[in-house]
């Protein structure tokens, strides 16, 4: 029910469906709709079904950026098989007026969290001197592994360009169900290019950062999800394969 009043708990929560340790298995294919998505929040990152690319949400739009270079807004039926939303409110700001690369950035995003141990909505807003990003490919069935797919992935730089990074830091005590640390997607000014982001150099802008302690996880009941294995031991090394920058 709406009284008028913020849900505080909503609010402060991380909506996320599978996890990262199904998509390293070659889980591409979920039955989350992105409609379904946005109603738990309207910020965040994911890739879509048969690992068509890679998503960006900002300010309640879900993007599909392809490795194609295309970019296009997603529609409501659209699938998705792994992303993780929530309502972005941010609760720091610190402003960037000097060149800064992806090391420092996140030294000072460190250096003004209130601990490792909580997850993180993180938006960087500003202009560029470079951002380096990969896009994965759309798969076939049978779906290879995550390491094998993103050896196909598209690589590109863009150079002197206004956009936002959106993603989130989470703690080691979430790898395998997340990216444990940071996983940021970038996205253009105009929406036109970005994916998953490599590295990047921030020429000025804006960090926000906003604590979370919720997880709503929402795991698929897709065939290929109850039948995969997920204990692999070598789940951390293969996770920072595939999405390591
Ligand atoms: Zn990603």
């Given at each position: 029910?709406?009284?008028g009043?913020?849900?505080?708990?909503?609010?402060?929560?991380?909506?996320?469906?599978?996890?990262m340790?199904?998509?390293?298995?070659?889980?591409?294919?979920?039955?989350?709709?992105i409609?379904?998505?946005?109603?738990?929040?309207?910020?965040?990152?994911?890739?879509?079904?048969?690992?068509?690319?890679?998503?960006?949400?900002?300010?309640?739009?879900?993007?599909?950026?392809?490795?194609?270079?295309?970019?296009?807004i997603?529609?409501?039926?659209?699938?998705?098989?792994?992303?993780?939303?929530?309502?972005?409110?941010p609760?720091?700001?610190?402003?960037?007026?000097?060149?800064?690369?992806?090391v420092?950035?996140?030294?000072?995003?460190?250096?003004?969290?209130?601990?490792?141990?909580?997850?993180?909505?993180?938006?960087?807003?500003?202009?560029?001197?470079?951002?380096?990003?990969?896009?994965?490919?759309?798969?076939?069935?049978?779906?290879?592994?995550?390491?094998?797919?993103?050896?196909?992935?598209?690589e590109?730089?863009?150079?002197?360009?206004?956009?936002?990074?959106?993603?989130?830091?989470?703690?080691?005590?979430?790898?395998?169900?997340?990216?444990?640390?940071?996983?940021?997607?970038?996205?253009?000014?105009?929406?036109?290019?970005?994916?998953?982001?490599?590295?990047?150099?921030?020429?000025?802008?804006?960090?926000?950062?906003?604590?979370?302690?919720?997880?709503?996880?929402?795991?698929?009941?897709?065939?290929?999800?109850?039948?995969?294995?997920?204990?692999?031991?070598?789940?951390?090394?293969?996770?920072?394969?595939?999405?390591?920058?």
């Amino acid at each position: 029910m709406h009284d008028g009043h913020h849900d505080v708990r909503r609010a402060r929560e991380i909506y996320q469906t599978s996890t990262m340790g199904a998509l390293i298995d070659g889980v591409y294919d979920g039955d989350v709709t992105i409609g379904e998505l946005l109603r738990h929040g309207d910020f965040g990152l994911g890739t879509f079904n048969r690992l068509d690319g890679e998503m960006v949400i900002l300010d309640g739009t879900c993007h599909h950026l392809r490795s194609d270079g295309s970019a296009r807004i997603a529609d409501a039926g659209d699938l998705t098989p792994f992303a993780a939303v929530t309502w972005f409110r941010p609760d720091t700001s610190i402003p960037v007026t000097t060149s800064t690369d992806r090391v420092a950035i996140t030294a000072l995003i460190d250096a003004a969290l209130s601990s490792d141990n909580l997850m993180y909505a993180l938006r960087i807003k500003g202009t560029f001197g470079a951002v380096r990003t990969r896009t994965v490919m759309r798969q076939q069935p049978p779906y290879p592994p995550l390491t094998e797919a993103a050896e196909g992935q598209q690589e590109s730089t863009f150079r002197d360009v206004e956009g936002t990074l959106a993603g989130f830091r989470t703690p080691d005590l979430e790898q395998a169900i997340a990216v444990a640390g940071y996983h940021m997607h970038f996205i253009d000014r105009d929406h036109r290019q970005g994916g998953h982001a490599l590295d990047y150099r921030l020429e000025h802008g804006v960090i926000e950062i906003s604590s979370r302690s919720e997880l709503h996880l929402s795991l698929p009941r897709t065939p290929q999800f109850l039948a995969s294995d997920l204990t692999s031991e070598s789940l951390a090394q293969q996770i920072h394969q595939a999405e390591g920058g």
